[in-house]
């Protein structure tokens, strides 16, 4: 099959590829560019576990083709930690309040609380309920990932995370 | 002793041994995207295979032609039940004594059944040449309610074995019939119900559901010509039974196969069993010379790698008129599906459902289960729990609300009335169970104070009334359930899978620097395995958990061990754990000795370290003694410090809860909103309490969506019609409650540790609780039995039938 030329920034980085115009971006991004953070878990863009960041919105890598994504700006979990290598906030934040167990929807949720909090920086509980509802988990019951998420925001805007009452 | 020296209290703090919340060492991969799962493995001149499905139930499979796929560029091979049937692999043992096929034999049985396995450069050019593989099929009448799979009549599913009067587990009444299993005392039970003064029957339904795991079952088939050695590396709950039945399958002696279950996401039952991808990506790879990857889509998981529950349980119960239960019978059809690939421990085809007489001292039961074929999706996983323990749970607990309905008696009431007391303990149970430990009044007195359970039903009367007057559309229910659940199989003597039995291991050797790797039987899908085993070893040994490495999934370097699921990591190989560094610890006793110049009995143990009784300056730490197990060990002693140690356990454990749920319901949508849930379990010695948490959080979040959402269902023509996450139901954070958590700590007496299991507590506990919460908001307007899934539809058609919107 043909391909067509993409470029894009990926995590940072120039990216010039070629492409079958059908490869989703997912597999665009886990086959060819070695990204294997961002996961597949359906078929049907329910799961999330795909979530990457493009353009400033949140988006299911495996409902979109790679070449609709030329010339986007891309992050996915791989460029989410500090320039000095050291844990993004909010990666922290999913272990310290044990936010994960089997860790295969982790990167895009992570991914996605990043974007949610570039969207609203304090969100309450039921907005992050509500904003991360695109993602799901089979392992945790939410509870810590909303912990996490709120430990995260807090740190972000420098105030003491107080975990809220029961 | 200066004031600089650390306290024992401050050196075990440091150690993060068992009782800390210690962090987990996994997350530092998987929150940077760093985890290494199946699907993320490449190798050089790797192909990809999919399957061409069946889309009949049954069906007559009159012509297969591969032409038109085979040409298709970058198509390498497709295979067939004929190509299998070369290498005789066309059918595949299952574990439970019958046989599947791999690929289509002669017909399909269920619908989306693998029919052909298309191999090619890439997974794109496999998908569009399998749908180029042409079937002539001739549809055949189909079996899909269970109920009525062994009438006169009925379609012969089986035809391989539809004359053989003789299955792996006893006599077969009829062609679609897999077996008859029972236990207990039936003329005992009988004679309980024919002197009872009070008893209640009813048909309680556990739908056929999906334990669903974010990650599908995939596997990389590796087989190198040269050396005949074959590398399978998948999402295997059970590496080394997968390793042992391929060998057995595949008559690749076992020493040259090499099975690796790197990183999972997560399992809950679905990565036991052995599926018809493994085995064509292993003939793939011998026939190309090639690696080759298989990874089924959501819709394949769904719809053909296991399924579980799927029980029709007919449950009676006999009692007093003052509320004390003399009897329990149930008859159970089970739904298996076209092949009867149950995960059970081999001699229990319904798995530990015996355990179906609960928390409660009943003296006289019975249970018959007979299990039959059906046009389904073979399977029957344990979907966290142990097998079978989630179908006897529910039953027993829906049963126990409806006697306490009939008597006009409370269901906490009725419940605290016949549990188990605590000086019971050991119990043995009108099936031969012997739990072993237990507390049960005060579990479910201290649930029932910390939810004010009294208020809560003053408010449901007051509401009841309010309804009743027209002035509200909302009812409310209060769910009570209190479960014993059986795991950590399991002793020898009952437990083994294809005759192996179901100990399992720990292997230990700590380094000549005092740190130390562990390796192990079992195998963490998410469960936190690489931090909690390091917790077992800091407290035992002395060694900071940072200075362990856990491993597993590998079984060239891992002990063998029958893998996780069921709790059994914790009851089995954490006892395993427990004792090789006893082993350990009892060399490093007589090292420290020699070191010393004492006897080793002048010796007391120190947290981190041995002393001299009586002067406690004079010491040697783990550190130093592991130093000298590799530099001057007494004499006549072998140098080294590592153990290892196969653990068969003497009994089963047998955790508890005590779980409240309070629901509202708007009987004109059928909505139900969850008020509130409390979950207090018991899992003996608690190791990692913020893990412990996290199981809970996730095990009643899947509770959830199975009692309030999920369902495998079949249409009349056996089609699958749920096998999407359009369809099936997984909770999202919007949907799930929040969790309170709560426990009460009874150690198991005979675990090394007393540690019992917890992973699938809430699972078991909690699907009844939210069942019966929703059955109980209906209670005062009549209705007896209103069977799962919970969902908004079929609750507001229960509240329609019970007349409410007339």
Known sequence: MAKSKVTMKVNGKAVEELVEPRTLLIHFLREQLNLTGPHIGCDTSHCGACTVDLDGKSVKACTMFAVQADGADIRTIEGMANADGTLHVLQEAFREMHGLQCGFCTPGMITRAYRLLQENPSPSEEEIRFGISGNLCRCTGYQNIVKAIQYAAAKIAGVPYQEAAE | ?806
Not at chain 2, 238 to 258: C, F, N
Not at chain 2, 558 to 583: D, E, I, Q
Not at chain 2, 630 to 648: F, K, R, S
Request: proline share 5%.
């Open chain 2, 1 to 806: 002793m200066n004031a600089q020296t650390p306290t024992s209290a401050e050196r075990a703090a440091k150690l993060e041994g068992m009782g800390c919340k210690r962090k987990r060492v996994e997350d530092i991969r998987f929150v940077q995207g760093k985890g290494n799962y199946v699907d993320d493995i490449k190798l050089p001149g790797m192909l990809y295979g999919d399957f061409t499905r069946s889309p009949h139930a049954h069906a007559r499979v009159k012509k297969i032609d591969t032409t038109k796929a085979a040409a298709v560029p970058g198509v390498v091979a497709v295979i067939t039940a004929e190509t299998l049937k070369t290498v005789n692999l066309a059918w595949m043992p299952t574990l439970a004594g019958d046989v599947q096929m791999v690929l289509a034999d002669g017909k399909v049985l269920f619908q989306n059944q693998e029919v052909a396995f298309v191999i090619a450069d890439d997974r794109y050019t496999a998908a569009d040449a399998a749908e180029l593989v042409e079937v002539e099929y001739e549809d055949l009448p189909c079996v899909v309610d269970p109920l009525k799979a062994m009438a006169p009549d009925a379609p012969v599913l089986r035809e391989d074995i539809k004359d053989k009067k003789e299955g792996a587990h006893g006599p077969r009444k009829h062609y679609n019939h897999v077996f008859n299993w029972q236990a207990g005392d039936k003329a005992a039970a009988d004679a309980a119900f024919a002197k009872a003064d009070v008893t209640i029957k009813e048909m309680i339904v556990y739908p056929r559901v999906h334990p669903c795991p974010l990650e599908t079952c995939q596997c990389v088939a590796s087989f190198d010509k040269i050396k005949g050695e074959l590398t399978l590396w998948g999402t295997f709950q059970a590496p080394h039974v997968i390793r042992t039945v391929g060998s057995l399958i595949s008559k690749i002696p076992e020493h040259k196969i090499h099975v690796i279950a790197p990183d999972i996401g997560g399992g809950f039952g679905n990565k036991v069993g052995a599926y018809p991808g493994y085995i064509c990506a292993i003939v793939a790879s011998i026939v190309t010379g090639r690696p080759v990857k298989w990874v089924e889509d959501r819709i394949e998981n769904l719809s053909t790698t296991a399924f579980a529950r799927d029980f029709f349980m007919e449950t009676e119960i006999a009692c007093t008129k003052d509320g004390k239960i003399t009897g329990l019978r149930c008859y159970t059809i089970a739904d298996h599906g076209a092949f009867d690939a149950c995960a059970n421990a081999t001699k229990w085809p319904a798995g530990l459902f015996s355990i179906i007489s609960g928390s409660y001292d009943i003296p006289a039961a019975h249970v018959s289960v007979d299990g039959v074929y059906s046009n389904k999706a073979p399977g029957g996983v344990a979907y966290r729990c142990s097998f079978r323990v989630t179908e006897a749970a529910y039953a027993i607990e829906r049963a126990m609300d409806i006697m306490a309905q009939k008597l006009g008696m409370d269901p906490a009431d009725f419940r605290m009335k016949n549990l188990i007391r605590r000086e019971q303990f050991p119990y043995t149970s009108a099936f031969g169970w012997v739990y072993d430990s237990g507390d049960y009044q005060t579990a479910l007195t201290k649930a029932m104070e910390t939810v004010n359970y009294k208020k809560l039903r003053e408010e449901q009367k007051k509401k009841q009334e309010a309804f009743r007057r027209g002035e509200t559309r909302e009812v409310m229910g209060v769910g009570v359930a209190f479960f014993t659940e059986i795991v950590g199989a399991g002793p020898s003597r009952n437990c083994d899978i294809l005759g192996i039995a179901m100990f399992d291991s720990a292997e230990i050797r700590i380094h000549p620097t005092g740190t130390g790797i562990c390796r192990l039987g079992t195998k963490s899908q998410g469960q936190g395995h690489e931090t909690t085993y390091a917790q077992i070893i800091a407290t035992e040994l002395g060694i900071a958990a940072d200075n362990i490495m856990v491993e597993e999934g590998n079984t060239d370097t891992a002990p063998y061990g029958l893998g996780t699921y069921g709790s059994r990591s914790t009851p089995v190989s954490g006892a395993a754990t427990a004792m090789a560094c006893r082993k350990i610890k009892a060399k490093a006793q007589m090292i420290a000795a020699y070191m010393l110049e004492v006897h080793d009995d002048d010796l007391e143990w120190d947290v981190d370290r041995f002393r001299v009784k009586g002067n406690p300056e004079r010491f040697k730490t783990m550190t130093e003694i592991a130093w000298a197990a590799y530099h001057e060990v007494p004499p006549g002693m072998e140098p080294g410090l590592e153990a290892i140690n196969y653990y068969d356990p003497p009994n089963f454990t047998y955790p508890f809860g005590a779980y409240i749920c309070v629901v509202d319901i708007d009987v004109d949508t059928g909505a139900t909103k969850v008020r509130r849930f409390y979950a207090l379990d018991d899992c003996g010695t608690r190791i990692n309490p913020m893990i412990i948490e996290g199981q809970i959080h996730g095990g009643l979040t899947e509770a959830f969506g199975i009692a309030m959402g999920q369902e495998i269902h079949y249409d009349d023509a056996g089609n699958v019609t749920t096998a999407s996450l359009m369809d099936y139901f997984l909770p999202t954070a919007v949907e799930t409650p929040k969790w309170e958590t709560d426990w009460t700590t009874t150690p198991s007496p005979h675990h090394p540790i007393g540690a019992k299991g917890v992973g699938e507590s809430p699972n078991v506990g909690g699907v009844p609780c939210f069942s019966n919460a929703v059955n109980d908001a209906f209670k005062f307007l009549g209705s007896t039995h209103i069977n799962m899934p919970h969902d908004n539809w079929r609750t507001w058609m229960a509240a329609d039938k019970l007349g409410v919107h007339a």
